[in-house]
């Protein structure tokens, strides 16, 4: 299958995204969502609430990143910087306007948190444990405090859906369950460090709430 979802190239895109002056860049971390999005279309039309907003937040910032403002939107630090020297982040309440970069990477942010404990999850987790149960621990232990009931209801009946931990493992398409696993170890270092990157950087300017 030509685009094959692989989650070596994601897990390539998030390794890629800190330079050596530890800033994420937007280009690879984006291309890791759109990695991660394919991949959960692949699981069937249950996900596709969750496919459809990340979609659309993923969407938000290509346009940044493609518009008249692109220069300002090649890493989370120079949008940050852009973003609050310009009076474009709303702290308040979500206005009228058009969402801010910060306001929508955070959005992503808060997933990847969700993303690396699942991972880990999955890595050490038995070989006969179940995927429901790592996702929705994960889950409730990260982005569940930002949901209303509904869309935690939502998500955790979505999340029985999904296939045993082993079969997971191989639909990943690294291998066998074992190298699978090993490539998770190897690369969630590198998830982990994109997200502390980040949340020191939005603690900083005090953007960890932004409605
Ligand atoms: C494998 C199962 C996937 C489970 C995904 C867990 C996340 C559940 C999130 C439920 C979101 C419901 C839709 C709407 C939420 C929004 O209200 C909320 C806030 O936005 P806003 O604008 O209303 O303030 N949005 C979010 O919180 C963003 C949620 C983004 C979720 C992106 C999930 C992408 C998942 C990819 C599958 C990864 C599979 C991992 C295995 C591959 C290994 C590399």
Redesign the pocket.
């Known amino acids: 299958m030509a685009d094959a ?1 692989s ?1 070596r190239e ?2 390539a895109a998030f390794q890629t995204c800190v330079t050596e002056r530890r800033e994420v860049l937007l280009g690879p971390y984006l291309s890791g ?1 759109r ?3 394919r ?2 279309h692949s ?1 069937g039309a249950i ?1 596709s ?6 979609v ?2 993923v969407q938000i910032m290509e346009n940044y990143c493609g518009g008249e403002q692109r220069d300002k939107y090649v890493s989370l630090q120079s949008m940050v910087e852009y973003e609050l020297a310009n009076g474009l982040v709303g702290v308040q309440k ?1 206005s009228g306007g058009p ?1 801010s970069g910060c ?2 990477v955070l ?2 942010h ?2 990847l948190r ?2 690396q404990l ?2 880990e999850g ?1 890595r050490t987790g038995r070989e006969d444990s179940r ?1 429901s149960v790592i ?1 929705t621990d ?2 409730n232990a990260s ?1 569940a405090t ?3 009931w509904v ?2 209801k ?2 955790t009946v ?2 029985c859906a ?1 296939p045993p931990r082993n079969a ?1 493992l191989e639909i ?1 398409n690294v291998g066998t369950a074992e190298e699978a696993v090993a490539m ?1 170890g190897e ?1 969630l270092p590198y998830i982990c460090d994109v997200y502390g990157i980040t949340q020191e950087l939005f603690a900083q300017h005090k953007l960890l709430d932004l ?1």
Do not use: E, N, Q
């Open positions: 979802f989650l994601v897990l969502w990695g991660l999005i991949f959960l699981l996900f609430f969750i496919s459809k907003d990340a659309a937040k979500r969402d306001r929508t959005r992503l808060r997933a969700w993303l699942f991972l999955l995927t996702c994960s889950y982005l930002y949901h209303p869309v935690r939502a998500a979505a999340f999904l997971f990943m998770l690369a409605p």
